[in-house]
């Protein structure tokens, strides 16, 4: 999958908008304006009560309207508002997993990548442990012990996630460590933590942010799927797989239930996907 | 006084040794050390300063051994002894400024207030013959021969007393090497620097080395004053060595043997490229020994100082010695 050859013209920041980067800007874009609706979803959204347990008997499951566009649900609450203050739980969950198994993951990643030897092997054994384990079979069962809510979702899908970004950031930071720049460093005494946070660390990072990038639908995607088995958020709380889960039933007859949250997931997971897709081509140059 | 030497060092990366039982010293002048690729140089450079450990034998800085050295005496030897290696890109964060990367080896070992830290960065672009602006550039937007300079200038920076320069000029342009090494001579007279000058080039060393070593498989094949190497070689490989600098309007140099053949597994490494080898190279590795005022390892020293016969019955021997190749 390499990109193909670019004709040598200069490159002015409009022509570059014209190549490969329309990718990642067009995620960019995507993942702003969901961030953006999550963000003003107070005001922006038509029936702001409906973001939390207020119920509205009476407007049960009406069909898509000009006064609800996406239609009710259940118990009439505004599924439009729902799916505008579920972008905000979402994205909670996927920054707080990407920042969590992100930092804990490039730091042993580094060191290991750094030190090598037993240092490595012992970092690495442990990684190994937590990869032989299918991620959402590992983020279920930890979501079983724990109490069903958005931060246990969130601290079940951080323990399956850092694994690889250490992973990653060790294979990186073993090849970055064998370039001239380190051995210049050993050689003026500069100490080993410090080579390691002021050269090595920095030069390995480019891949990692790639990855966590393409990863955030894959965050987005299995917070809804821990929710939709019950295991994470719960009502009221407005979530995306939450309300997959209790819309299904009615496919057949009130779609709009189910509908729109599974194509806020899909358009999410999708944004993450074009700009890791975007960065990579962009980086990889 | 010897500053730095390396005391019969072998050098493995696994089960194999690739530098065998190689004995040098550096001084204040000038070494040279010459090999072709893969003779193991660059890693005899490394254990040198200290990022490899022998397998054996020792490196002694002073009178200690490097590898016993305590935190301080560690400090005080990469405060001594900088490197300079071939390709200032890679010897240089490709995310720092050539400033912050000189301001680095400045403060590694010293607390400097940020004023004296720019004057004294400064002094040491000037002294490499780089203009202040230089200082805000990241590798990628100075030239080869800058990025070497800068190199030296973050070498320099911590007032070294000696200098392992690893083919410091291979990676650049013949003119900017032909400045580089300039840079690097009047540099060392002025700083009273001892260098050990690492290359393939024999040419190179002639102008700047005393004493030399030349170095086939991980062994030092001869070692003498540079001059004796350049004008009377003895060593087969040497001679070879000699015979591939080119030069203009001279004879083309005589062929000497089998030049891709790898280093023979027993006996004499280089006896299957070799155009003098005979039976007993093939049977007997030859140990370096004294031969008019220099190291030779090789077992016709004395009938190649005495002016060998013309080498076509020697090619019969050449043939002989083709040992089972592996």
Same mark, same amino acid.
């Given at each position: 999958?390499?990109?193909?050859?670019?004709?040598?013209?200069?490159?002015?920041?409009?022509?570059?908008?014209?190549?490969?980067?329309?990718?990642?800007?067009?995620?960019?874009?995507?993942?702003?304006?969901?961030?953006?609706?999550?963000?003003?979803?107070?005001?922006?959204?038509?029936?702001?009560?409906?973001?939390?347990?207020?119920?509205?008997?009476?407007?049960?499951?009406?069909?898509?309207?000009?006064?609800?566009?996406?239609?009710?649900?259940?118990?009439?609450?505004?599924?439009?508002?729902?799916?505008?203050?579920?972008?905000?739980?979402?994205?909670?969950?996927?920054?707080?997993?990407?920042?969590?198994?992100?930092?804990?993951?490039?730091?042993?990643?580094?060191?290991?990548?750094?030190?090598?030897?037993?240092?490595?092997?012992?970092?690495?054994?442990?990684?190994?442990?937590?990869l032989a384990f299918p991620a959402l079979l590992l983020s279920l069962a930890l979501a079983v012990v724990l109490q069903p809510?958005?931060?246990?979702?969130?601290?079940?899908?951080?323990?399956?996630?850092?694994?690889?970004?250490?992973?990653?950031?060790?294979?990186?930071?073993?090849?970055?460590?064998?370039?001239?720049?380190?051995?210049?460093?050993?050689?003026?005494?500069?100490?080993?933590?410090?080579?390691?946070?002021?050269?090595?660390?920095?030069?390995?990072?480019?891949?990692?942010?790639?990855?966590?990038?393409?990863?955030?639908?894959?965050?987005?995607?299995?917070?809804?799927?821990?929710?939709?088995?019950?295991?994470?958020?719960?009502?009221?709380?407005?979530?995306?797989?939450?309300?997959?889960?209790?819309?299904?039933?009615?496919?057949?007859?009130?779609?709009?239930?189910?509908?729109?949250?599974?194509?806020?997931?899909?358009?999410?997971?999708?944004?993450?996907?074009?700009?890791?897709?975007?960065?990579?081509?962009?980086?990889?140059? | 006084?010897t500053l730095l030497a390396a005391e019969g060092v072998t050098l493995a990366y696994g089960a194999t040794a690739v530098v065998?039982?190689?004995?040098?010293?550096?001084?204040?002048?000038?070494?040279?050390?010459?090999?072709? $690729?893969?003779?193991?140089?660059?890693?005899?450079?490394?254990?040198?300063?200290?990022?490899?450990?022998?397998?054996?034998?020792?490196?002694?800085?002073?009178?200690?051994?490097?590898?016993?050295?305590?935190?301080?005496?560690?400090?005080?030897?990469?405060?001594?002894?900088?490197?300079?290696?071939?390709?200032?890109?890679?010897?240089?964060?490709?995310?720092?400024?050539?400033?912050?990367?000189?301001?680095?080896?400045?403060?590694?070992?010293?607390?400097?207030?940020?004023?004296?830290?720019?004057?004294?960065?400064?002094?040491?672009?000037?002294?490499?013959?780089?203009?202040?602006?230089?200082?805000?550039?990241?590798?990628?937007?100075?030239?080869?021969?800058?990025?070497?300079?800068?190199?030296?200038?973050?070498?320099?920076?911590?007032?070294?007393?000696?200098?392992?320069?690893?083919?410091?000029?291979?990676?650049?342009?013949?003119?900017?090497?032909?400045?580089?090494?300039?840079?690097?001579?009047?540099?060392?007279?002025?700083?009273?620097?001892?260098?050990?000058?690492?290359?393939?080039?024999?040419?190179?060393?002639?102008?700047?080395?005393?004493? $030399?070593?030349?170095?086939?498989?991980?062994?030092?094949?001869? $070692?003498g004053p540079t001059g004796e190497l350049l004008t009377r070689p003895v060593h087969p490989y040497t001679r070879a060595l000699?015979?591939?600098?080119?030069?203009?309007?001279?004879?083309?140099?005589?062929?000497?043997?089998?030049?891709?053949?790898?280093?023979?597994?027993?006996?004499?490494?280089?006896?299957?490229?070799?155009?003098?080898?005979?039976?007993?190279?093939?049977?007997?590795?030859?140990?370096?020994?004294?031969?008019?005022?220099?190291?030779?390892?090789?077992?016709?020293?004395?009938?190649?100082?005495?002016?060998?016969?013309?080498?076509?019955?020697?090619?019969?021997?050449?043939?002989?010695?083709?040992?089972?190749?592996?």
């Amino acid at each position: 999958m390499t990109a193909p050859a670019l004709p040598a013209f200069r490159r002015t920041p409009l022509r570059r908008l014209a190549g490969v980067d329309r990718l990642a800007v067009a995620g960019a874009v995507l993942l702003a304006l969901i961030v953006l609706a999550a963000l003003l979803a107070p005001w922006i959204a038509p029936y702001p009560e409906d973001g939390g347990s207020a119920t509205h008997p009476l407007e049960a499951l009406l069909p898509p309207s000009g006064a609800h566009w996406f239609g009710t649900d259940q118990v009439g609450r505004d599924v439009l508002s729902r799916v505008l203050f579920g972008a905000r739980t979402s994205l909670l969950i996927a920054v707080a997993v990407l920042a969590v198994s992100g930092v804990a993951g490039v730091l042993l990643g580094v060191v290991a990548g750094y030190a090598g030897g037993w240092v490595r092997d012992v970092i690495m054994r442990v990684t190994d442990i937590f990869l032989a384990f299918p991620a959402l079979l590992l983020s279920l069962a930890l979501a079983v012990v724990l109490q069903p809510s958005v931060t246990t979702v969130i601290v079940a899908i951080a323990v399956t996630w850092w694994p690889w970004y250490a992973r990653l950031t060790a294979s990186v930071a073993a090849s970055v460590s064998t370039r001239g720049f380190v051995d210049s460093a050993r050689c003026l005494g500069v100490p080993a933590p410090l080579i390691v946070l002021r050269h090595v660390l920095p030069n390995s990072l480019t891949p990692v942010l790639v990855q966590l990038s393409l990863d955030g639908g894959g965050v987005i995607l299995t917070a809804a799927a821990l929710s939709y088995l019950g295991l994470g958020a719960h009502e009221p709380t407005p979530e995306w797989g939450l309300m997959v889960q209790q819309g299904q039933s009615l496919f057949t007859t009130d779609w709009w239930v189910v509908t729109f949250p599974g194509l806020a997931i899909l358009l999410t997971a999708f944004a993450f996907n074009v700009l890791g897709e975007g960065l990579r081509a962009r980086l990889s140059r | 006084m010897t500053l730095l030497a390396a005391e019969g060092v072998t050098l493995a990366y696994g089960a194999t040794a690739v530098v065998h039982d190689v004995s040098l010293a550096m001084d204040e002048g000038g070494v040279g050390l010459i090999g072709e $690729s893969g003779s193991g140089k660059t890693t005899l450079a490394r254990a040198l300063l200290g990022l490899v450990r022998p397998r054996s034998g020792v490196v002694r800085y002073g009178s200690r051994d490097l590898a016993a050295l305590g935190r301080s005496g560690r400090a005080e030897f990469r405060r001594a002894v900088q490197p300079v290696f071939q390709d200032g890109s890679e010897a240089l964060d490709p995310r720092m400024t050539a400033g912050a990367s000189i301001t680095e080896a400045l403060t590694t070992h010293h607390r400097m207030s940020r004023a004296a830290r720019r004057d004294r960065v400064e002094a040491l672009l000037a002294d490499v013959g780089l203009a202040p602006a230089i200082a805000a550039r990241r590798p990628h937007e100075m030239s080869g021969g800058q990025r070497q300079r800068v190199a030296i200038a973050r070498a320099l920076a911590v007032e070294p007393r000696l200098l392992v320069l690893d083919e410091p000029t291979s990676a650049l342009d013949v003119t900017v090497q032909a400045r580089i090494l300039e840079l690097l001579e009047r540099l060392a007279a002025e700083h009273g620097l001892g260098y050990l000058l690492i290359t393939h080039n024999l040419g190179v060393v002639g102008r700047l080395c005393r004493t $030399s070593s030349v170095l086939f498989a991980g062994r030092v094949v001869e $070692s003498g004053p540079t001059g004796e190497l350049l004008t009377r070689p003895v060593h087969p490989y040497t001679r070879a060595l000699r015979d591939a600098v080119p030069r203009l309007g001279g004879e083309p140099p005589a062929t000497t043997g089998r030049t891709e053949a790898a280093p023979a597994p027993s006996g004499c490494p280089f006896r299957l490229r070799c155009p003098l080898a005979v039976d007993r190279c093939r049977d007997e590795a030859p140990l370096p020994r004294e031969v008019e005022g220099r190291k030779v390892a090789c077992h016709r020293a004395e009938e190649v100082l005495s002016g060998l016969p013309a080498s076509s019955t020697s090619r019969a021997g050449g043939e002989a010695s083709g040992a089972p190749r592996q």
